[in-house]
């Protein structure tokens, strides 16, 4: 069997999803304005870090960009006069701090273009709309029967993916979707294997798929297209937004919160269940799992993206499974993902932080069990249920199903190997990374408690007890060496010491004195 177990020769498969932190070093005045060095870094790796230099306008030019998200970032002000001051600047420096802690934990901002662009200008500096219009046209050389309208500009999370509103010439009034992604860091499979699966999806026929019209891949990337549906995935029936808006426009800062009534969330949630043991069953790898990949068909949702894990992309929630070591298979982290999705459409807005303490009401109790089995501390302490076990909870076990569309996915046998190998290879990776995390976080607690204040104290009055126990030795060495003296004085040097004097107790004001 062909087999890749390393990425293309001289080909960077970089993560996007590893979170990138940002500390501002010094500042350094020119004739007119100020520079700020900062220092970055992706990942838990302190060798992993580089430094930029960015003015005020630089964050400006940002922060103008970001507007679209419609959150209202903490930018400190514009000034005109004494920007210089000394004063001013410090103050400064700590507000664009602030600012750069707030851009780079929020989960959407963090992973957009536009922030990578301005931290890591190295590794983001590629036109990926360029690159993908050079394949797309490509592909249209061997396929004319194909026409774009126009390009969907940023209505996805990834920064390499890329999507345009497509066309057939003899049904110009059909629309249809061409997707087009590069290459993840998790693509083990073979160039031939690889090809060879993108070109089953449009084979994949099941009630709770999204149908793929057409697809193909070179050794780069693949390319597939699908039916344009104007109503939008599950995320925009949340959210109340237009499908062709960009990814921020629609999902940072909803204007109304708003979960799913009660039947819609046990109904969505049994057959994206439903399809997610499906794919566990055939043993093809999903791990995508969230809002924006299940399209609504109606009243029906349909699994989208099944070709990301062939690409070897990243999850949109590995920063937040990467941290729990029990969450280590592509089942458990679907099963974690659904955790997540139920959130969302139960109140309406994702969680604030994972593991969830506490959850707010529900509309049913049998929701917030679901819940709890995927994303408390407990669950994510001690590891996730099986899709089996969700389905059969009471939130989910008395949905009726009505369909008579048979699941169709026929996998050759040795490309069925070829997924399990490079399943295994992908949990590998990912295995690895939350034992870092999970080193890095126990070094940093112990690192954390050693500079306690309350660890200093116990130090200081460690080594004062050390110093007065020394000083009590070396007092009683000293008496113990004048008896000594004494009694050879008096019997001669070369008499036997019998009976050497019992040396000084040390006082009661040295054991107990305060320290």
Known sequence: MAFMEKPPAGKVLLDDTVPLTAAIEASQSLQSHTEYIIRVQRGISVENSWQIVRRYSDFDLLNNSLQIAGLSLPLPPKKLIGNMDREFIAERQKGLQNYLNVITTNHILSNCELVKKFLDPNNYSANYTEIALQQ???????????????????????????????????????????????????????????????????????????????????ESSALLIRMFNDKGTLKDLIYKAKPKDPFLKKYCNPKKIQGLELQQIKTYGRQILEVLKFLHDKGFPYGHLHASNVMLDGDTCRLLDLENSLLGLPSFYRSYFSQFRKINTLESVDVHCFGHLLYEMTYGRPPDSVPVDSFPPAPSMAVVAVLESTLSCEACKNGMPTVSRLLQMPLFSDVLLTTSEKPQFKIPTKLKEALRIAKECIEKRLIEEQKQIYQHRRLTRAQSHHGSEEERKKRKILARKKSKRSAVENSEEHSAKYSNSNNSAGSGASSPLTSPSSPTPPSTAVEHAPF
């Not at 699966?197 to 057409?214: A, E, G, M, Q």
């Open 136 to 218: 797309v046209s490509m592909f249209f050389r061997s396929e004319p029967k194909w026409e774009v309208v126009e390009p969907l500009k940023d209505i996805g999370w990834r920064i390499r993916k890329k999507y345009f509103l497509m066309k057939i010439k003899n049904q110009p009034k059909e629309r249809l979707v061409l997707s087009w992604a590069d290459l993840g860091p998790d693509k083990y499979l073979s160039d031939k294997d690889f090809q060879c699966l993108i070109k089953l999806l449009p084979s994949c026929l099941h009630p709770y798929i999204y149908r793929v019209t057409f697809a193909t891949a070179n």
